[in-house]
Antibody
Framework: EVQLVQSGAEVKKPGESLKISCKGS????????IGWVRQMPGKGLEWMGI????????RYSPSFQGQVTISADKSMSAAYLQWSSLKASDTAMYYC????????????WGQGTLVTVSS | DIQMTQSPSTLSASVGDRVTITCRAS??????LAWYQQKPGKAPKLLIY???SLESGVPSRFSGSGSGTEFTLTISSLQPDDFATYYC????????FGQGTKLEIK
């Protein structure tokens, strides 16, 4: 069974750094693209970016370029979403998503990681 | 950027009703459209892909249609488990979600 399991909820202060993870199992991790989706409180879904763990080919939505870093570690079967300096506006639920094909539908979702940024 | 606009934003309906949600793209996306269902506190769930293909395990009361710029999701007979928020997503050129349609109990 394919599973994407995300790291647990985080509470951080503005200006702090953070790296959350998405660990894949039940399939060849390097064969799926991993995307990240933001959902701010009470709002809709926003596509942030995507990575191909096999070669770390990474692409970002314009509004997230430079704001976050997406990376992957094949040896850990994990993808990551990272902030160097959090803002209160980064408070949101973040989902990872698995795609069999670039430019294809989302086949699998992680359970989500809630990030709260508050002083 | 391709913009996706869903209507209505909120829909009130009763168990047994037939409901339709519309999604419009700002330019042609052929049939590269998916529909997702999301319940509070849960990850979205894929219902329909390639505009009209039913994902395995999804009840047949869900159906999708359309191509180009206009698409619909239809639930033929609402069940209590269907009250949720629905999102369309284009994957023709990058990825964009609609703003969502909340389906409420009347």
């Amino acid at each position: 069974e394919v599973q994407l399991v995300q790291s647990g909820a985080e509470v951080k202060k503005p200006g702090e750094s953070l790296k959350i993870s998405c660990k894949g199992s039940g399939y060849g991790f390097t064969t799926y693209w991993i995307g990240w989706v933001r959902q701010m409180p009470g709002k809709g879904l926003e596509w942030m970016g995507i990575i191909y763990p096999r070669d770390s080919d990474t692409r970002y939505s314009p509004s997230f370029q430079g704001q976050v870093t997406i990376s992957a570690d094949k040896s850990m079967s994990a993808a990551y979403l990272q902030w160097s300096s959090l803002k209160a506006s980064d408070t949101a639920m973040y989902y990872c998503a698995g795609l069999a094909n670039y430019g294809g539908k989302i086949d699998y979702w992680g359970q989500g990681t809630l990030v709260t940024v508050s002083s | 950027d391709i913009q996706m606009t869903q209507s209505p934003s909120t829909l009130s309906a009763s168990v047994g009703d037939r409901v339709t949600i519309t999604c419009r793209a700002s330019q042609s996306i052929s049939n590269w459209l998916a529909w997702y269902q999301q319940k509070p506190g849960k990850a979205p769930k894929l219902l329909i892909y390639k505009a009209s293909s039913l994902e395995s395990g999804v009840p047949s009361r869900f159906s999708g249609s359309g191509s180009g710029t206009e698409f619909t999701l239809t639930i033929s007979s609402l069940q209590p488990d269907d009250f949720a928020t629905y999102y369309c997503q284009q994957y023709h050129n990058w990825y964009t979600f609609g703003q969502g349609t909340k389906l409420e109990i009347k």
